[in-house]
């Protein structure tokens, strides 16, 4: 009898485990995941909070850009691709633009991770199909990811390296295992991967460039296109995942072409003359004085300021520290001098531009005063290697009173520069090397002639300490192939951030990136103390840790002095002629035209009282 008890005893408790085991990866099937803390967003949710579900869908919005493409594959490091491609591909999960780092399900049903994230497995919804009617499966999951990682540009193998292996656990679900280690991120890294057609790509070359508009699953697929000249996107009309929550009230329109111009003076033109319907504006000189036109003042264009909470990052001219001349860091401080901010800003930019000082600028992430707290801590693991400034002084870019007479930051900078080996020549009046004689010179490689007015009063500056800047402006193909292979002194970079850092500052900083072709380490940084820091920044457990390990990572960069930091807005500048209407709620991350919608009434209206400049 006892024995019989025990038995039984045995039986009921590994049902009883067995049912906990069941429940227990039940429960790691999600919606969505959250980098850090909860998702804001349930699993019962029907929209994001930031877009209209009840936006009509039609009507056509023409956009500008700018260069020329001859190519449809975006993935790989071949050819100058199309703009605004990603529309025709879905991703396994969306990001949403009101949380700091949180992504909700989109070709997958569910998402399942578990504590340690160590593995992600996503199982796709069985409804999801590519534009010819087949059903996405894991297959073309596994092969999309094991191309990129081939084939596609070399960015994929860096940003995917922990991925240990890829199965197929059945047709609609794939998991992905990672390498050891702490990388909190990287099941929502995963979930950003843009799954490809295997069918349709196995007899063609991936590796080639193409001008046969490729097979997708997004919202829109390509109707018509000039090569180089102009592409049209069509919105998809039975589109399998029109009714997918995180895509309710996107995608309203049912056009969206772009037409190429060879600059930005053209494009503005083009769209005062009505050309266009929509514009970006990134130029304060063109927002203070190309617009003062009637079609402005009577409402028929609306110029916006719309205001964004979003990580302003950092902009700035970036040394080529696998140059020589910028080896010495005292060098690249010194250089810094040469550029008066507060006389451009008055100047050029008519005042629209605040300094950017920080790498996470607009964000809780920069670092600002002197480090404390926790922040000091892990700086100090680091004291023996970092500049004693880190911990002394306060970061700030050298400054100005606006005049334009900048006499003594020009003589600091000189004396820096003799501090770092050089001096004016007294015969030729060139800053030379006291060792080897060489004249100081470096050229800026620019792809925009916008940016030419910017640069010259710098030139100017230099030119004050005997050193000779040339300034070149190339097309936007050239410009691509030198950028990528790092042949260049310095250019013109903006890094953008999110409010959430991971794994991108790897190849933003990462000495591993300084050497690989097609990273985003432009400068070249090689600090064995910044890659602690970012890895120490992709294993965060928390919220707040991560805020304090990006502010180490932050002034550490600052004091690296691997850019000349530039400006930056706190507001998105919007023109568009008054056709649209959008929701009432802007997203931290600011407004997107893909939740805007054609008004009826309004381009009615609109198009009663004619467009252009009268």
Same mark, same amino acid.
């Given at each position: 009898?006892?024995?019989?008890?025990?038995?039984?005893?045995?039986?009921?408790?590994?049902?009883?485990?067995?049912?906990?085991?069941?429940?227990?990866?039940?429960?790691?099937?999600?919606?969505?995941?959250?980098?850090?803390?909860?998702?804001?967003?349930?699993?019962?949710?029907?929209?994001?909070?930031?877009?209209?579900?009840?936006?009509?869908?039609?009507?056509?919005?023409?956009?500008?850009?700018?260069?020329?493409?001859?190519?449809?594959?975006?993935?790989?490091?071949?050819?100058?691709? +199309?703009? +605004?491609?990603?529309?025709?591909?879905?991703?396994?999960? /969306?990001?949403?633009?009101?949380?700091?780092?949180?992504?909700?399900?989109?070709?997958?049903?569910?998402?399942?991770?578990?504590?340690?994230?160590?593995?992600?497995?996503?199982?796709?919804?069985?409804?999801?199909?590519?534009?010819?009617?087949?059903?996405?499966?894991?297959?073309?999951?596994?092969?999309?990811?094991?191309?990129?990682?081939?084939?596609?540009?070399?960015?994929?193998?860096?940003?995917?390296?922990?991925?240990?292996?890829?199965?197929?656990?059945?047709?609609?679900?794939?998991?992905?295992?990672?390498?050891?280690?702490?990388?909190?991120?990287?099941?929502?890294?995963?979930?950003?991967?843009?799954?490809?057609?295997?069918?349709?790509?196995?007899?063609?070359?991936?590796?080639?460039? /193409?001008?046969?508009?490729?097979?997708?699953?997004?919202?829109?697929?390509?109707?018509?296109?000039?090569?180089?000249?102009?592409?049209?996107?069509?919105?998809?009309?039975?589109?399998?995942?029109?009714?997918?929550?995180?895509?309710?009230?996107?995608?309203?329109?049912?056009?969206?072409?772009?037409?190429?111009?060879?600059?930005?003076?053209?494009?503005?033109?083009?769209?005062?003359?009505?050309?266009?319907?929509?514009?970006?504006?990134?130029?304060?000189?063109?927002?203070? /004085?190309?617009?003062?036109?009637?079609?402005?003042?009577?409402?028929?264009?609306?110029?916006?300021?719309?205001?964004?909470?979003?990580?302003?990052?950092?902009?700035?001219?970036?040394?080529?520290?696998?140059?020589?001349?910028?080896?010495? %860091?005292? #060098?690249?401080?010194?250089?810094?001098?040469?550029?008066?901010?507060?006389? %451009?800003?008055?100047?050029?930019?008519?005042?629209?531009?605040?300094?950017?000082?920080?790498?996470?600028?607009?964000?809780?992430?920069?670092?600002?005063?002197?480090?404390?707290?926790?922040?000091?801590?892990?700086?100090?693991?680091?004291?023996?290697?970092?500049?004693?400034?880190?911990?002394?002084?306060?970061?700030?870019?050298?400054?100005?009173?606006?005049?334009?007479?900048?006499?003594?930051?020009?003589?600091?900078?000189?004396?820096?520069?003799?501090?770092?080996?050089?001096?004016?020549?007294?015969?030729?009046?060139?800053?030379?090397?006291?060792?080897?004689?060489?004249?100081?010179?470096?050229?800026?490689?620019?792809?925009?002639?916008?940016?030419?007015?910017? #640069?010259?009063?710098?030139?100017?500056?230099?030119?004050?300490?005997?050193?000779?800047?040339?300034?070149?402006? #190339?097309?936007?193909?050239?410009?691509?192939?030198?950028?990528?292979?790092?042949?260049?002194?310095?250019?013109?970079?903006?890094?953008?951030?999110?409010?959430?850092?991971?794994?991108?500052?790897?190849?933003?900083?990462?000495?591993?990136? +300084?050497?690989r072709q097609g990273s985003q380490n432009y400068s070249g940084i090689k600090d064995p103390v910044v890659d602690e820091?970012?890895?120490?920044?992709?294993? +965060?457990?928390?919220?707040?840790?991560?805020?304090?390990?990006?502010?180490?990572?932050?002034? #550490?960069?600052?004091?690296?002095?691997?850019?000349?930091?530039?400006?930056?807005?706190?507001?998105?500048?919007?023109? %568009?002629?008054?056709?649209? %209407?959008?929701?009432?709620?802007?997203?931290?991350?600011?407004?997107?035209?893909?939740?805007?919608?054609?008004?009826?009434?309004?381009?009615?209206?609109?198009?009663?009282?004619?467009?252009?400049?009268?």
């Open positions: 009898m006892n024995r019989l008890v025990a038995v039984v005893a045995t039986l009921l408790l590994s049902a009883m485990m067995a049912t906990g085991a069941a429940q227990s990866a039940e429960e790691l099937k999600r919606h969505g995941l959250a980098m850090h803390g909860d998702l804001k967003y349930p699993a019962t949710f029907r929209n994001f909070a930031y877009v209209n579900p009840a936006a009509p869908k039609g009507g056509e919005v023409r956009l500008s850009a700018i260069g020329s493409y001859d190519s449809f594959n975006g993935f790989i490091i071949k050819g100058q691709p +199309a703009i +605004a491609l990603s529309l025709i591909y879905d991703s396994l999960m /969306t990001s949403s633009l009101d949380e700091p780092f949180s992504a909700y399900c989109l070709l997958c049903e569910t998402v399942e991770v578990p504590e340690d994230r160590s593995w992600v497995a996503f199982t796709l919804r069985s409804a999801a199909r590519w534009h010819d009617g087949q059903p996405i499966t894991a297959e073309d999951v596994i092969w999309t990811f094991n191309t990129l990682l081939e084939k596609g540009e070399p960015f994929y193998r860096f940003y995917y390296a922990a991925v240990d292996k890829v199965t197929k656990t059945d047709d609609r679900t794939v998991k992905f295992t990672f390498k050891r280690g702490e990388n909190r991120e990287l099941p929502l890294i995963i979930g950003q991967l843009p799954v490809l057609p295997k069918h349709y790509w196995e007899n063609r070359d991936f590796g080639a460039t /193409t001008l046969e508009p490729p097979l997708g699953s997004g919202a829109y697929k390509i109707e018509a296109f000039e090569a180089g000249r102009s592409i049209t996107y069509t919105r998809v009309p039975d589109y399998w995942g029109a009714r997918v929550p995180a895509n309710v009230g996107h995608n309203n329109f049912d056009k969206v072409r772009y037409d190429y111009y060879r600059d930005a003076s053209v494009a503005i033109e083009a769209f005062k003359s009505g050309a266009a319907d929509y514009r970006d504006e990134n130029s304060s000189r063109h927002w203070a /004085t190309s617009y003062n036109i009637p079609a402005v003042r009577d409402g028929r264009l609306k110029k916006e300021e719309i205001p964004h909470k979003r990580s302003a990052g950092m902009q700035g001219f970036v040394y080529n520290m696998r140059r020589d001349i910028f080896a010495d %860091s005292k #060098v690249r401080q010194a250089l810094a001098y040469g550029f008066d901010f507060e006389w %451009s800003n008055k100047t050029l930019f008519y005042g629209l531009y605040t300094r950017t000082r920080s790498f996470f600028q607009n964000s809780e992430l920069a670092a600002t005063g002197l480090p404390q707290g926790r922040e000091r801590e892990i700086l100090e693991k680091f004291k023996n290697r970092l500049p004693p400034e880190v911990f002394s002084k306060v970061y700030n870019p050298p400054a100005t009173d606006g005049s334009g007479q900048n006499r003594n930051q020009l003589k600091y900078a000189l004396s820096l520069l003799q501090q770092a080996g050089w001096d004016i020549d007294e015969e030729t009046r060139k800053l030379t090397h006291k060792e080897t004689g060489k004249a100081m010179e470096f050229e800026v490689l620019l792809v925009s002639p916008l940016f030419e007015r910017v #640069v010259l009063p710098f030139k100017k500056n230099l030119a004050r300490l005997g050193i000779e800047v040339n300034v070149r402006t #190339v097309d936007s193909a050239q410009y691509q192939q030198r950028v990528e292979n790092f042949d260049y002194d310095m250019i013109v970079y903006p890094w953008g951030q999110s409010n959430s850092p991971g794994n991108e500052q790897r190849s933003f900083w990462g000495s591993e990136a +300084a050497d820091l970012i890895e120490m920044l992709i294993a +965060a457990p928390t919220r707040e840790e991560l805020v304090q390990r990006t502010r180490a990572l932050d002034r #550490v960069l600052q004091w690296n002095h691997i850019v000349i930091p530039h400006f930056h807005s706190p507001v998105d500048r919007i023109l %568009s002629w008054n056709k649209f %209407s959008r929701p009432s709620i802007i997203p931290d991350r600011g407004t997107s035209l893909f939740t805007w919608w054609v008004d009826p009434a309004k381009e009615k209206d609109l198009e009663a009282k004619g467009r252009g400049q009268q």
